[in-house]
T-cell receptor
Framework: DGGITQSPKYLFRKEGQNVTLSCEQN?????MYWYRQDPGQGLRLIYY???????QKGDIAEGYSVSREKKESFPLTVTSAQKNPTAFYLC????????????FGPGTRLTVT | KNQVEQSPQSLIILEGKNCTLQ??????????LRWYKQDTGRGPVSLTI?????NTKSNGRYTATLDADTKQSSLHITASQLSDSASYIC???????????????FGRGTQLTVWP
């Protein structure tokens, strides 16, 4: 069953703690992305990666870090430096064929108190 | 400034009725426009994708139109069902020359509620 998986679906953390969100895809897509979604806002790009061992900052990268050690995996770490980490986080992947159309995972809702 | 504006912000219709959602954009250069459906608490799912040369594209009860001259798109939903209740997001891709992924610009979405 192909697709993109994100885990966990819900995550709770105390302020000051780092937390890592998982994103895995078995679509053999080259590119992967992380977005943040807040109520009433459009999706905002955090980081993206076009190939293994390479990634680029998006519009709101401050307080976040990523790695791309494997083609299938693109974990996102929300650090304690992120001022407002509570949000819905979406991972996506795409490939050149098909015009880089993005396929989204089910999302992780992070709540930091 | 590259922007994507959607209207209305929210919409309530009765089951079985039709509706049309609007998307205006200022993204230039333009590569393609996509409509996504996002159920509450879930990831967006693609409905249609249209390039510059396409005027209309259908996916079941969903029909999208594109006027690249006026930079407007619409999503028409026919014979609405309760399961159509969701947020509908317009996404415009900026042209990167095709060699690398294009920059995506997201609208804030239209929240559609279908009542029985």
């Amino acid at each position: 069953d192909g697709g993109i998986t994100q885990s966990p679906k819900y995550l709770f953390r105390k302020e000051g703690q780092n937390v890592t969100l998982s994103c895995e895809q078995n679509l053999n897509h080259d590119a992967m992305y992380w977005y943040r979604q807040d109520p009433g806002q459009g999706l905002r790009l955090i980081y993206y990666s076009q190939i293994v061992n390479d990634f680029q900052k998006g519009d709101i990268a401050e307080g976040y870090s990523v790695s791309r050690e494997k083609k299938e995996s693109f974990p996102l770490t929300v650090t304690s430096a992120q001022k407002n980490p509570t949000a819905f986080y979406l991972c996506a992947s795409s490939m050149r064929q098909g015009g880089w159309e993005q396929y989204f995972g089910p999302g992780t809702r992070l709540t930091v108190t | 400034k590259n922007q994507v504006e959607q209207s209305p912000q929210s919409l309530i219709i009765l089951e079985g009725k039709n509706c049309t959602l609007q998307c205006n954009y200022t993204v230039s250069p333009f590569s393609n426009l996509r409509w996504y459906k996002q159920d509450t608490g879930r990831g967006p799912v693609s409905l249609t994708i249209m390039t510059f040369s396409e005027n209309t594209k259908s996916n079941g009860r969903y029909t999208a139109t594109l006027d690249a001259d006026t930079k407007q798109s619409s999503l028409h939903i026919t014979a609405s069902q309760l399961s159509d209740s969701a947020s509908y997001i317009c996404v415009v891709s900026g042209d990167s020359g095709g060699s690398t992924l294009g920059r995506l610009y997201f609208g804030r979405g239209t929240q559609l509620t279908v009542w029985p």
